[in-house]
């Protein structure tokens, strides 16, 4: 396994994470991700700690806060092996203080968050989604706290306007509070929406990408292709509403590519896809999900080997997008692009 630095920090963690989203699945969302108990998910967490897997990634959110608590079951009697990251700030109830992330609700999720885990810290408190109604100082005034307090080693963001992060970033410096090391975010070969202004940010300023979703929302397992529907069995039937949107002709196109990879190397579709994300700038950690053993053991199959650089241009031709304005012009007109070379 191999271990990067999370953003600017000292915390390591591996280029693949597990997201124990499918532990405790209850609801039409999550139930339909996965439903693992707590021996099944102590197995799941057995295979992944040898592997070299040690953070786990979990949210309040999850299943109303059943992912934290067997994810708990799972690891107990190990804490000092693992790294767990959650998150918080979406709704957990129809109250006005039952979600977003001002001083009282933050504080109870975190003291929440921390029973459910049967832990006395959390190595990564990330906030779900902006919260507008939180003035930035009053957040970051109450991570601080939390910090000082060892309840919260680190603190990062996911789903967040770059903009929104990167005035966050400027006030914690500006009064010498913790700085977000991770940005939480959905990337993959059908979405690259990252790449216009998130990942350039998060490489000016230190912030490692913990990548959602990496297969797309279970596009890219290698079951759907242009001459295949949705299979019978596929999640995507109940969750296709919550996914983020791609065009059919770019999926299709995306798969072929792949296919014809997996000739070449012997790889699954999935282990290429992964693979692909693993090299991209800013990316610190891929976080998988399993619903059983074997989910998981050949996405472990992803790491241990690399593409060819002809390898990753196709795949780079292949899920290629016109970003929206204003970044177009800057792959459309030389004088623009000769300004801003990409990352990627």
């Known amino acids: 396994m191999e271990y990067r630095q999370l953003g600017a920090s000292g915390l390591r963690v591996p280029v693949l994470s597990f997201g124990a989203g499918t532990f405790g699945g209850a609801g039409p969302l999550f139930g339909a991700w996965g439903n693992s108990d707590a021996r099944e998910a102590r197995r799941l967490v057995?295979?992944?700690?040898?592997?070299?897997?040690?953070?786990?990634?979990?949210?309040?959110?999850?299943?109303?806060?059943?992912?934290?608590?067997?994810?708990?079951?799972?690891?107990?009697g190990r804490r000092d092996a693992v790294?767990?990251?959650?998150?918080?700030?979406?709704?957990?109830?129809?109250?006005?203080?039952?979600?977003?992330?001002?001083?009282?609700?933050?504080?109870?999720?975190?003291?929440?968050?921390?029973?459910?885990?049967?832990?006395d810290h959390i190595d990564l408190l990330q906030l779900h989604a902006f919260d507008a109604s939180t003035p930035v100082e009053e957040l970051l005034a109450t991570l601080d706290m939390l910090v000082r307090a060892g309840k919260?080693?680190?603190?990062?963001?996911?789903?967040?306007?770059?903009?929104?992060?990167?005035?966050?970033?400027?006030?914690?410096d500006r009064h010498g509070w913790p700085r977000f090391i991770a940005h939480q975010v959905y990337y993959s070969l059908i979405g690259r929406a990252?790449?216009?202004?998130?990942?350039?940010?998060?490489?000016d300023?230190?912030?490692?990408?913990?990548?959602?979703?990496?297969?797309?929302?279970?596009?890219?397992?290698?079951?759907?292709?242009r001459s295949a529907p949705i299979p019978a069995g596929s999640r995507l039937h109940e969750t296709a509403a919550f996914a983020p949107p791609v065009e059919d002709e770019l999926l299709y196109r995306v798969v072929d590519v792949l296919d014809a990879i997996a000739g070449e190397t012997g790889k699954t579709v999935p282990q290429i896809a992964l693979n692909w994300?693993?090299?991209?700038?800013?990316?610190?950690?891929?976080?998988?999900?399993?619903?059983?053993?074997?989910?998981?053991?050949?996405?472990?199959?992803?790491?241990?080997?690399?593409?060819?650089?002809?390898?990753?241009?196709?795949?780079?031709?292949?899920?290629?997008?016109?970003?929206?304005?204003?970044?177009?012009?800057?792959?459309?007109?030389?004088?623009?692009?000769?300004?801003?070379?990409?990352?990627?």
């Open 83 to 119: 790294l767990i990251s959650t998150k918080t700030g979406l709704p957990t109830g129809d109250g006005p203080g039952d979600w977003g992330v001002s001083r009282s609700r933050l504080i109870r999720a975190v003291e929440g968050a921390l029973k459910r885990l049967g832990t």
């Open 194 to 203: 990252y790449e216009a202004d998130l990942m350039p940010l998060a490489a």
């Open 277 to 344: 994300l693993i090299g991209r700038p800013t990316v610190s950690s891929v976080i998988i999900g399993a619903r059983n053993e074997e989910q998981l053991r050949q996405n472990l199959g992803a790491i241990g080997w690399s593409l060819t650089a002809e390898q990753v241009a196709r795949l780079d031709a292949a899920s290629d997008v016109m970003p929206p304005y204003p970044h177009a012009p800057y792959r459309q007109q030389e004088g623009f692009a000769r300004l801003n070379p990409p990352l990627v």
């Open 46 to 76: 057995d295979i992944c700690l040898e592997a070299g897997v040690t953070l786990f990634d979990t949210a309040d959110v999850y299943s109303d806060g059943a992912s934290e608590e067997v994810l708990g079951e799972a690891i107990r």
């Open 152 to 172: 919260v080693r680190h603190v990062g963001v996911s789903n967040y306007p770059g903009w929104q992060l990167m005035k966050a970033l400027a006030v914690a």
């Open 205 to 225: 300023q230190g912030v490692g990408a913990l990548v959602w979703s990496p297969l797309g929302w279970g596009r890219l397992t290698g079951k759907i292709r």
